[in-house]
């Protein structure tokens, strides 16, 4: 099991720009993924993208395809860079992990950080 903490959340204004960070207790496997997920009240929670340590494959909700940059950025950090926010961006923002290929449905994951806060204004 590892411990995760997310970080980098704020309240930003539309068209802003936030960078999340998901660090580890440990160094992630080489065949982990790692995947963030939101959720706003009221909705469940929305896989939003993910990275596969080692192979370096990222995945992409169609929802911010183009806005959002997943990559890994040393041996325990995940980051999520967030561009042209919107208010529809609003939630609490997680990261999950877990041993093998990459899914967007939060049930696969066994590991979860405590979550950031994003909050978009128009």
């Known amino acids: 099991q590892v411990q995760l903490v997310e970080s980098g959340g704020g309240s930003v204004q539309a068209g802003g720009s936030l960078r999340l960070s998901c660090v580890a207790s440990?160094?992630?496997?080489?065949?982990?993924?790692i995947y963030w997920f939101r959720q706003a009240p009221g909705k469940e929670r929305e896989g939003v993208a993910g990275?596969?340590?080692?192979?370096?494959?990222r995945y992409y909700a169609d929802s911010i395809k183009g806005r959002f940059t997943v990559s890994q950025d040393n041996a325990n950090t995940v980051s999520l860079r967030m561009n042209s926010l919107k208010p529809d961006d609003t939630a609490m923002y997680y990261c999950?992990?877990?041993?093998?290929?990459?899914?967007?449905?939060?049930?696969?994951?066994?590991?979860w950080g405590q979550g950031t806060q994003v909050t978009v204004s128009s």
């Open positions: 999950a992990a877990r041993f093998g290929v990459c899914y967007s449905n939060s049930n696969k994951y066994n590991d």
């Open positions: 440990t160094s992630f496997y080489e065949r982990a993924c």
């Open positions: 990275v596969a340590i080692g192979g370096g494959s």
